[in-house]
């Protein structure tokens, strides 16, 4: 993956404002009434849904990886642990960040 140099609040900026899009997208798919939009239809978009889910895992695998080994050397400061930290967050439990941590260390790169 190339990467165009960028401030660490460029970074900060751009992926909040991407993530806010996305966020904005859902809430007007969700918004959309499709009681009269036929199974086919229903079939090609859950079939897109699942695809971006995919993709919004690989993702999420990829920023998992970056806080356990992260290239810029920051690490979290004294005090609690970062997978307590993110268990609390994302309400998963400390086993399923380390899963997680694992999985995305051992996958590459490769965000599908």
Not at 58 to 65: A, C, D, K, T, V
Not at 81 to 101: F, I, M, P, Q, Y
């Given at each position: ?15 909040r ?25 229903r ?29 810029d ?36 790169r490769?965000?599908r």
């Open positions: 993956m190339t990467c165009e140099p960028l401030t660490a609040q460029t970074v900060h900026d751009r992926v404002a991407e993530l806010d899009a996305v966020d904005a997208a859902h809430d007007r798919l969700r918004a959309i009434c499709t009681d009269l939009a036929g199974n086919a239809f079939i090609e978009i859950a079939e897109r849904l699942e695809s971006q889910n995919r993709r919004n895992r690989g993702l999420s695998y990829r920023f998992f990886g970056e806080i356990a080994e992260p290239v050397g920051v690490t979290w400061p004294a005090g609690p642990k970062v997978r307590d930290v993110l268990a609390s967050r994302l309400r998963l439990t400390a086993g399923e960040v380390k899963r997680r941590s694992r999985l995305r260390h051992g996958s590459g490769d965000d």
